[in-house]
């Protein structure tokens, strides 16, 4: 790698630490409700303040995701929305002007078979990390290579079960940020975080510089607000899946619904 | 130490451990208390007094002498897993991983079951070691096997309906693994096949081996002589393993035989290495039955036992190596091989192990008299009468 040549995720953390912020970071299945409005979403978000979007790549066997992504999941996956979407997606982002990085997410038999088939370049040249969730560093040499090659960052998940002396490992194959668990379970909102939140927090950031972004179970101001106390950025996933696809079950609009919920729950000023 | 990412958990290129990083530590946990447990002699002891005078091991070799007649070639001896307690080998493993369980001081067992027969035997190994239990069933499976259903709640399991994805045992296995995910402390998951993260594809190989340990010595007493060729059905791929494993070093053939459906071509099957390819499902590497977006395709067939994506690692490893070779058998023919062996031998197969038999009976008839084949009769059928008499058209 090229001394000086930051990816487009360091850039939005190196520009975050400048201004003094924190990062939000949007989750959207991609898909959900359906294709077009992903696109609508993904630009409300980006005008919402968002920093970095992540993208969830539908698996037919989601298993570490709640009920909320699971529909989302399925409903994409009956629609017949596979990986070139994606790219479809990403490519008309950018085309009108989308500024935002965007982190896959997803599980790693897709992935497998995108590398196998040699798509992964192509159909993930907008992208700029990736993470999966059913990939632990001790499986991931391929992977790692892949995305180097590729330019892709890669992101692993630090859990509340991650014993101490494994995440020098874990930090040591990542790049862009960390992303770390809040609490053992699935994707879905929780109503407390648990309070070793952030001693956990602070053990990742004394063994990576890294940014580290905290996720899963955060749904609401409060919640959003401690996180930002202590880390680079919080993650909402299954809060805005389920705003979004309530919306649509109801008739109602789920852009302005998602955008309303957005403003609810980011707790940064301007 | 050991753990998820040992060698020993892989199978050539298959096999390793593909999990959210949250179930990392539970896997490292279990990989250590297998390892101490599986060297200690009470354990063992603790194990062989269940299975002997509890679960009535060991389960007898049987001469086949109708269908062998029928067959017209070699001689078939069965290899009674119909016998153990709860009608199938699945007890085998459920009440070793049971043991452990509770040596581990874990107070909840979860568990997938398809046919329900996993699932009955985990609840039975509960009920007897006096741990609680939650068995995940697909809804499609807890329609089909209404009888395990209840036979569960009879041994004081609670039985949880997954309704997600294609509603059947890959289903299940999702929902108990997410289920650990969110409760690793106090949770075992007890998975039912040689499939899944490593240790359970070592943990499931090991503690069903009694299957051919048991066989092997019955046949050598019985016969004079090694058997020619070892058939068993594939599910996920523990009755297979079991018998197969203390055979490795003999120059005996073996076949698995998977669920063929309504036939390869048909897309309604679940014959993983006839229509597969290789890709990561449940934690491991192994040959699966996807679409070329990496998509886990749904499966059919007529026994819900063998109705799985996704086959064991190792039988993957063993079929590369040229070790192990790998057929089929349809519904049609599993079919009319269950009715076969009730009527020749007075023994109702399960119907997985009916694909087995379907299998020796197309293809065994040309080998030799003085040849022996031993199939593993992996469990009864009084679980699927009522199926096959739907198919029948009687409502009992
Ligand atoms: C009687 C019987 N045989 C075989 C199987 C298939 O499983 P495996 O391939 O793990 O032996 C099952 C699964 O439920 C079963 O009940």
Redesign the pocket.
Same mark, same amino acid.
């Given at each position: 790698m090229k001394a000086k040549h930051l990816s487009p995720i360091q850039q939005r953390f190196e520009l975050l630490s400048r201004q003094g912020r924190k990062a939000f970071v949007p989750y959207l299945s991609l898909g959900n409700p359906e294709l077009g409005s992903c696109r609508d979403l993904a630009l409300m978000l980006e005008d919402c303040g968002a920093d970095i979007l992540e993208l969830g790549l539908p698996f037919t066997d989601p298993i570490a995701d709640g009920p909320t992504n699971q529909r989302a999941a399925q409903r994409a996956i009956e629609a017949g929305i596979r990986a070139e979407h994606l790219a479809e997606l990403t490519a008309e982002l950018r085309g009108i002007g989308f500024s935002l990085p965007i982190v896959l997410f997803t599980y790693y038999n897709p992935l497998i078979q995108l590398r196998r088939r040699g798509l992964l370049g192509d159909l993930l040249k907008d992208i700029d990390g990736v993470l999966v969730t059913d990939l632990p560093p001790e499986e991931a040499q391929e992977h790692i290579g892949s995305c180097r090659e590729s330019q892709l960052d890669t992101i692993f998940l630090a859990s509340p079960t991650t014993p101490s002396s494994r995440l020098a490992q874990i930090c040591a194959v990542s790049s862009g940020f960390l992303y770390c668990v809040s609490s053992e379970g699935v994707t879905g909102s929780r109503s407390e975080l648990p309070k070793e939140l952030e001693s956990r927090v602070t053990e990742l950031k004394q063994t990576s510089a890294l940014p580290v972004c905290v996720g899963f179970g955060i749904s609401r101001r409060e919640q959003a607000e401690r996180v930002c106390q202590v880390a680079d950025g919080y993650v909402i996933g299954s809060a805005l899946g389920a705003v979004i696809e309530d919306a649509w079950l109801g008739g109602a609009d789920p852009v302005a619904a998602a955008r309303e919920f957005v403003r609810k729950v980011d707790p940064r000023g301007p | 130490m050991t753990g998820p990412f040992d060698p020993q958990g892989r199978y050539g290129r298959y096999g390793g451990a593909f999990v959210p990083e949250t179930l990392v530590e539970p896997l490292y946990e279990l990989c250590s208390a297998w390892d101490s447990v599986r060297k200690d002699p009470q354990f063992h002891a603790e194990l062989k007094e269940l299975l002997s005078h509890w679960a009535g091991r060991p389960t007898p070799l049987s001469y086949a002498p109708r269908l062998t007649e029928h067959l017209g070639g070699p001689q078939l001896w069965l290899k009674r &897993?119909?016998l153990n307690h709860t009608?199938?080998?699945?007890l085998n493993n459920a009440l070793g991983q049971a043991l452990l369980a509770r040596r581990m001081g874990k107070t909840h067992i979860i568990a997938e079951? *398809?046919? *329900?027969?996993?699932g009955v035997a985990t609840a039975t190994a509960c009920a007897r070691l006096g741990l609680d239990c939650t068995v995940f069933m697909g809804t499609i499976d807890a329609e089909r096997q209404a009888l395990n259903v209840y036979r569960m709640q009879l041994l004081g399991a609670r039985v949880r309906r997954v309704d997600s994805g294609s509603r059947t045992l890959k289903d299940a296995i999702n929902e108990a693994l997410r289920h650990w995910v969110a409760d690793s402390a106090s949770t075992y998951y007890l998975l039912? @096949?040689?499939?899944g993260p490593h240790p359970y594809p070592s943990i499931?190989r090991e503690l069903?081996s009694i299957i051919g340990l048991e066989a092997r010595a019955q046949v050598l007493e019985r016969c004079g002589q090694l058997p020619d060729l070892l058939v068993?059905?594939?599910?996920?791929? @523990?009755? %297979?393993i079991?018998l197969f494993h203390p055979f490795r070093d003999d120059p005996c053939r073996m076949i698995g035989v998977e669920a063929g459906g309504e036939g390869p071509g048909s897309g309604r099957h679940a014959a993983r290495f006839a229509g597969g390819s290789v890709g990561v499902l449940h934690g491991t590497r192994t040959w699966l039955l996807q679409d070329e977006w990496g998509q886990i395709l749904e499966t059919h067939s007529v026994?819900?036992?063998?109705d799985y994506p996704a086959v *064991?690692p190792e039988h993957a490893f063993l079929r590369e190596q040229g070790r192990v070779e790998f057929s089929y058998a349809t519904d049609q023919q599993a079919l009319k091989a269950f009715r076969l062996c009730s009527e020749l031998e007075g023994i109702i197969p %399960?119907l &997985? @192990?009916s694909h087995a038999l379907a299998w020796v009976l197309h293809e065994c008839a040309a080998m030799k008299r003085d040849e022996v084949v031993l199939l593993n009769l992996? *469990?009864?059928g009084d679980?699927d009468v009522a199926q096959v008499a739907a198919l029948d058209g009687k409502r009992l």
């Open positions: - | &897993e119909d009608g199938a080998h699945k079951t *398809g046919a *329900g027969q996993h039912g @096949s040689a499939l499931v069903q068993a059905c594939v599910g996920g791929g @523990s009755n %297979a079991g026994s819900a036992g063998l *064991g %399960a &997985e @192990s992996s *469990g009864r679980k």
